[in-house]
C-alpha cells in the first residue's frame, strides 16, 4: 500500500517538497537510508552531551534488509520518487515497535517525520495491532515533546514492560544514559 499525502502547512520561508509519497522502502535503497539517518543526526552537533550521535553508529544494512523483509520499514519519497526520510518499525507482539525515524537535515521541518508517522500507526491498525512504541530522548524537542504531540505517551519507568526496559538497557550499553531516555506508546483505538 503507498500513502500519498500532500504536505501542508510549510513554514513561511521554507520552501519544500510538493508531495511526499510514503510506501515501503526497498533494497536498492538501503545505503541511500543510512545516508539520511547520518544527515539527520547532524541535529545532535547542537547538543554537547550528545553530539557524538552526528558521527555514531546508524542502524546497519543487515537491519535495514531485514526489516524490508518484514514489511516494517517504509521511505518518505519527494517529487521524484528520491527517499527524503525513513521510518523503521518490527511488530513484536501485539505492537509495532518504531525502532529509526529519520528525515534528510534539508527536508526537516515540512511535517515529513509526522506522516511517517501516521502511516507506521495506520499499518499497525490494518494489522490488527494494538499499540505503536518506541524509545527516544526525553528532553529533546524533536523528541518526547515531538511525539506527545503526535499522541504518544510516556511510560512510567517503574511499570515498563520487560521487552521496552530491555530496550532501554541495551541503548544505555551503546552510550545512552537511561535518565536521558524514556519509552513512549500510542494505544490504537479500534
Keep these: 500500500m503507498v500513502t500519498l499525502i500532500p504536505l501542508d502547512g ?22 541511500t537510508l543510512r545516508r539520511i539517518e547520518r544527515s539527520a543526526a547532524q541535529a545532535f552537533r547542537l547538543i554537547e552531551a550528545f553530539s557524538w550521535l552526528a ?7 543487515e537491519r535495514h534488509h531485514d526489516l524490508i523483509g518484514k ?26 515497535h518504531i ?22 500507526v ?18 529533546i524537542p524533536w523528541n518526547c515533546p515531538f511525539y506527545e504531540r503526535l499522541g504518544f505517551e510516556t511510560l512510567d519507568e517503574a511499570a ?7 530496550v532501554l538497557d ?9 535518565d536521558t531516555r524514556c519509552a513512549m506508546r500510542l494505544t490504537i483505538k479500534d
Design 10 to 31: 510549510i513554514p513561511a520561508g521554507k520552501a519544500g517538497p510538493s508531495r511526499v509519497t510514503v510506501r515501503p522502502a526497498r533494497e536498492d535503497e538501503i545505503e
Design 170 to 178: 541495551e541503548e544505555s550499553g551503546h552510550g545512552l544514559p537511561r
Design 71 to 96: 514489511g516494517t520499514n517504509w521511505v518518505a519519497a519527494a517529487d521524484g520518487d528520491q527517499p527524503v526520510g525513513f521510518l523503521s518499525a518490527e511488530v513484536v507482539g501485539p505492537e509495532l
Design 122 to 139: 495506520e499499518q499497525a491498525a490494518e494489522r490488527g495491532l494494538a499499540a505503536v512504541t518506541l524509545t527516544t530522548f526525553r528532553t
Design 160 to 166: 515498563l514492560p520487560a521487552r521496552l526496559d530491555a
Design 55 to 61: 558521527v555514531g553508529d546508524v542502524q546497519s544494512a
Design 99 to 120: 525502532w529509526e525515524i529519520s528525515v534528510d537535515h534539508l527536508h526537516q521541518g515540512f511535517g515529513i517525520g509526522r506522516r511517517l508517522i501516521r502511516h507506521a
